[in-house]
């Protein structure tokens, strides 16, 4: 069975401000998170943290073209 991975997009109050890739991690569920323009990203579920990191990037390359 596969892994559910949740993308959470919403809009980034933050005037604009971008960052780098943020990770973090709690009991067993790893997230990434970052800003980018007006955009707020977090890329969350229950997988190591670079395959986490794999597929955010992959979701950063699909979002700033």
């Given at each position: 069975?596969?892994e559910r991975i949740?993308?959470?997009?919403?809009?980034?109050d933050k005037k604009?401000?971008?960052?780098?890739?943020?990770?973090?991690?709690?009991?067993?569920?790893?997230?990434?998170?970052?800003?980018?323009?007006?955009?707020?990203?977090?890329?969350?579920?229950?997988i190591d943290r670079?395959?986490?990191?794999?597929?955010?990037?992959?979701?950063?390359?699909?979002?700033?073209?």
């Open positions: 069975m596969g949740v993308l959470y997009l919403c809009h980034n604009g401000q971008s960052t780098a890739f943020r990770f973090a991690e709690h009991d067993r569920i790893s997230v990434f998170y970052w800003l980018d323009g007006t955009f707020a990203f977090a890329l969350a579920g229950e670079g395959g986490l990191l794999g597929l955010a990037q992959a979701v950063y390359r699909q979002t700033t073209t």
